[in-house]
């Protein structure tokens, strides 16, 4: 399973993609972008199915985070915290708390709702995919912004 997750992260290096988000094969991963120009912002906690699922409790997930926060070659963290059995905000704030590098909020953000619940904990940002591409969610600026030519390393979230 892994060999298809190596492929991406090769394949992301000779793109020349500025990050890399999720993963769960961390190890393998930072050794395979080591080097490269490429940040890398895995899923912290345990990650089953498809679409992915934030499995475990949230002390598991926090001392998964701040495990992988702590990694080299680990820039930021991809949280799927709108696909956690319990509060997607309360998590994304307790993970933003502990640790020291940027967390994106992630999974089913299909909503203003979940886009400012996720400002309020904390988050750096969001990832939007299926619900923007299928045209059933709009993202409205004013829920988010982030100042032109900041990168990760600026990570504060905008309030």
Same mark, same amino acid.
């Given at each position: 399973?892994?060999?298809?997750?190596?492929?991406?992260?090769?394949?992301?290096?000779?793109?020349?993609?500025?990050?890399?988000?999720?993963?769960?094969?961390?190890?393998?991963?930072?050794?395979?972008?080591?080097?490269?120009?490429?940040?890398?912002?895995?899923?912290?906690?345990?990650?089953?199915?498809?679409?992915?699922?934030?499995?475990? &409790?949230? +002390?598991?997930?926090? !001392?998964?985070? =701040? #495990?992988?926060?702590?990694?080299?070659?680990?820039? $930021?963290?991809?949280? %799927?915290?709108?696909?956690?059995?319990?509060?997607?905000?309360?998590?994304?704030?307790?993970?933003?708390?502990?640790?020291?590098?940027?967390?994106?909020?992630?999974?089913?953000? &299909?909503? +203003?709702?979940?886009? !400012?619940?996720? =400002? #309020?904990?904390?988050?750096?940002?969001?990832?939007? $995919?299926?619900?923007? %591409?299928?045209?059933?969610?709009?993202?409205?600026?004013?829920?988010?912004?982030?100042?032109?030519?900041?990168?990760?390393?600026?990570?504060?979230?905008?309030?």
């Amino acid at each position: 399973m892994f060999l298809r997750g190596a492929r991406s992260l090769e394949a992301a290096v000779g793109l020349g993609v500025d990050v890399v988000l999720g993963g769960t094969r961390v190890a393998e991963g930072v050794k395979i972008l080591d080097g490269a120009p490429v940040e890398y912002w895995p899923f912290p906690g345990r990650v089953a199915g498809h679409p992915s699922i934030l499995c475990g &409790d949230a +002390a598991d997930i926090v !001392a998964s985070a =701040r #495990d992988l926060a702590a990694t080299t070659g680990v820039h $930021g963290l991809d949280l %799927l915290a709108y696909r956690f059995g319990g509060d997607a905000a309360a998590i994304a704030a307790q993970v933003v708390t502990a640790v020291d590098v940027p967390v994106l909020a992630a999974g089913s953000v &299909d909503r +203003a709702e979940r886009i !400012a619940a996720s =400002r #309020d904990a904390g988050v750096w940002g969001f990832t939007a $995919g299926t619900a923007v %591409l299928d045209g059933s969610f709009r993202i409205e600026a004013a829920f988010w912004s982030r100042p032109r030519g900041s990168t990760s390393a600026d990570a504060r979230p905008v309030r």
